[in-house]
């Protein structure tokens, strides 16, 4: 059964950058699914950030493009996020989830448990 | 944009049945996925492709689409169903997006 961790700071002062690492166990990242990461700002909905495949091909929300760089370590089985310029805007829970493959193509079938990152000074 | 949207809360009595509605702005309407989220956890996957129910997942739960508009429909509602149920759809470029999220109480 895959699982997904995600890993990094829990405070990030303003103008800094975010980085989370989220570690995929029990399968591989080179299998044949995308690779997202999700935020959730307190007391708010979801949010996608962006996507990347085990090649290293990516997508991002257009909305944080110009801030967001996703990266994949094969060799570690992890993928990363960096989201630069960060306000307190960008406070929020931050999830690493699983594209399903095949009939669940496109739908966010695995969920890491999610990690709070805070941005203060 | 495009955009989704949602009711912002629903209320049901155990037993009865849940309708939460999903619309999209625009056409041609991607599928749908609907997740379920309680407090402090991970959202779960309950429906993909508009109508499909992934394993391990109630029948109780169902979805439907009817041009712009797709509805998760849960019967028999349980108190463990309440929670925050998101749809979710794509864009024309693939950019994912979410509806805002509907708060289902059970009375």
């Known amino acids: 059964q895959v699982q997904l961790q995600e890993s990094g700071p829990g405070l990030v002062k303003p103008s800094g950058t975010l980085s989370l690492t989220c570690a995929v166990s029990?399968?591989?990242?080179?299998?044949?699914?995308?690779w997202s990461w999700v935020r959730q700002p307190p007391g708010k909905g979801l949010e996608w950030i962006g996507e990347?495949?085990?090649?290293?091909?990516?997508n991002y929300n257009p909305s944080l493009k110009s801030r967001v760089t996703i990266s994949v370590d094969k060799s570690k089985n992890q993928f990363s996020l960096k989201l630069s310029s960060v306000t307190a805007a960008d406070t929020a829970v931050y999830y690493c989830?699983?594209?399903?493959?095949?009939?669940?193509?496109?739908?966010?079938?695995?969920w890491g448990q999610g990690t709070m990152v805070t941005v203060s000074s | 944009s495009y955009e989704l949207t949602q009711p912002p809360s629903v209320s049901v009595s155990p037993g009865q049945t849940a309708r939460i509605t999903c619309s999209a702005d625009?056409?041609?309407?991607?599928?749908a996925y609907w997740y379920q989220q309680k407090p402090g956890q991970a959202p779960v996957l309950v429906i993909y492709?508009?109508?499909e129910r992934p394993s391990g997942i109630p029948e109780r739960f169902s979805g439907s689409s009817s041009g712009t508009t797709v509805t998760l429909t849960i019967s028999g509602v349980q108190a463990e169903d309440e929670a925050d149920y998101y749809c979710q759809s794509a864009d024309s470029s693939g950019r994912r997006v979410f509806g805002g999220g509907t708060k289902l109480t059970v009375l």
């Open positions: 029990g399968g591989s990242i080179s299998s044949s699914n995308w």
């Open positions: 989830a699983r594209e399903g493959f095949g009939e669940l193509s496109d739908a966010f079938d695995i």
């Open positions: 625009a056409l041609p309407k991607q599928y």
């Open positions: 990347i495949y085990h090649s290293g091909s990516t």
């Open positions: 492709k508009d109508s």
